[in-house]
Structures are given as structure tokens and as C-alpha cells.
């Protein structure tokens, strides 16, 4: 059974940093293209970030270009998202999710990812 689950939100002030650490079980995680997405309060769900099988090809959104870094390790099945220099519009849910593909390219569609976590919650205060 393929489970991926998050952790490392919180409330953070403008400027601050939070890491966000998913963790997968249940499959083989080198065959996965990961990624991070976020939904506020009345938005649809939109990518932030993500990572192919390797590592090898990242993708950000333009908003978090330059402050949020995807990064993942295979020996422990783990997905990272390290976000600096926080804003209060990246206040969201944030969530991990799992596709199993090969690509050279990251996918950053929503429909594309077949396992999700429950997300965890990041605020960022003015």
C-alpha cells in the first residue's frame, strides 16, 4: 500500500523559513517523479515544485522561484521542500505527491499524480 505523508508546517512570521519533509512507503520510490503542491482557502490546488525519478530535473512555480528549493533522497524515501524568505501569500495547505514515471521532465499537472498526502499546514504572518 503506497503512503505518502508530510510534515514540518507551521506558523512562521514574513521572511522565515520553514522545511517541509514528505515521506513515502509502499513503493519504489527511484521509479517516482514527486511533487509539492498548495491550495489556500477558496483557490484551487496549484503546483509549487517538483522532481524527477532522479533528481535530476526540477520545476518551480515563478512565485517561489529562487526562495523554495525541491530536493529528495532515495536511500531514505524522502522528499524535501525547503522555503526561504516566506510571504504571507504562501500561506496554504501543502501537499506531497507521488507519480510513478521515468520522464525527463518533472510533471506539473495536478491530474497527473496518482498517490497524495493529507497535507500539512503552512501560515505565514505579516
Known amino acids: 500500500q503506497v503512503q505518502v505523508a508530510e510534515s514540518g508546517g507551521g506558523l512562521v512570521q514574513a521572511g522565515g523559513s520553514l522545511r517541509l519533509t514528505c515521506t513515502a512507503s509502499?513503493?519504489?520510490?527511484?521509479?517516482?517523479?514527486m511533487g509539492w503542491f498548495r491550495q489556500a482557502p477558496g483557490k484551487e490546488r496549484e503546483v509549487v515544485s517538483s522532481?524527477?525519478?532522479?533528481?535530476?530535473?526540477?520545476y518551480y512555480r515563478d512565485s517561489v522561484k529562487g526562495r523554495f528549493t525541491i530536493s529528495r533522497d532515495g536511500a531514505k524515501n524522502m522528499l524535501y521542500l525547503q522555503m526561504n524568505s516566506l510571504k504571507p501569500e504562501d500561506t496554504a495547505m501543502y501537499y506531497c505527491?507521488?507519480?510513478?514515471?521515468?520522464?525527463?521532465?518533472?510533471?506539473?499537472?495536478?491530474?497527473?499524480?496518482?498517490?497524495w498526502g493529507q497535507g500539512t499546514q503552512v501560515t505565514v504572518s505579516s
Open positions: 505527491a507521488a507519480v510513478r514515471t521515468r520522464a525527463s521532465n518533472p510533471p506539473r499537472e495536478r491530474y497527473s499524480y496518482q498517490y
Open positions: 509502499g513503493l519504489a520510490f527511484d521509479d517516482y517523479a
Open positions: 522532481i524527477t525519478w532522479s533528481g535530476s530535473s526540477t
